[in-house]
């Protein structure tokens, strides 16, 4: 699957203990990213990336969120302070984005993912070959049917 999806579903999902949780809107049809970075493999991070503004964090979430960054600081490993789950975090590829951990989502709306591995131990060479960075990008819409015309903003069939 590429970067470029269908029409987005909204996904709602937390932390272990539910003081976090979040929506975000996303294909049902995901690549979910398996990194090997210390970090993520560590605590067997995959995930699945949207632009920032797919991602809503519940009201009062924010209480009960911590975060840990290393290296370049750029990613921002956030965490649920009572039961230490990273539901989601800032990922040093997408920082303009929001990494969704796989496993945190609730059943129902992932219909297929597509498991991907992210070099994060050889971050620099392997990212410059990715397309990773593409994920976090809002979606143009779907180009209209060859045989539409365009009228404003709405698509007739001929």
Do not use: Q
């Not at 909204?10 to 929506?23: A, L, T």
């Not at 809107?25 to 995959?46: F, H, K, Q, T, Y």
């Amino acid at each position: 699957m590429s970067a470029a999806a269908a029409a987005d579903v909204v996904h709602s999902g937390g932390c272990h203990c539910g003081r976090v949780r979040w929506r975000a809107e996303a294909p049902a049809s995901v690549v979910v990213w398996i990194c090997n970075c210390s970090d993520c493999a560590m605590r067997g991070n995959a995930h699945f990336v949207v632009p920032a503004s797919k991602f809503t964090l519940a009201a009062g979430a924010g209480e009960s969120l911590t975060t840990y960054t290393f290296g370049t600081h750029t990613a921002k490993h956030t965490f649920c302070r009572v039961c230490g789950i990273t539901s989601f975090y800032t990922p040093r590829s997408n920082p303009d984005g929001v990494a969704v951990t796989a496993a945190c989502v609730d059943p129902g709306t992932l219909a297929h993912v597509e498991y991907r591995h992210a070099d994060g131990r050889n971050w620099e060479k392997w990212f410059s070959r990715s397309d990773i960075s593409d994920f976090s990008k809002p979606k143009a819409p779907p180009p209209p049917p060859p045989n539409a015309t365009r009228v404003g903003d709405l698509s007739f069939g001929v």
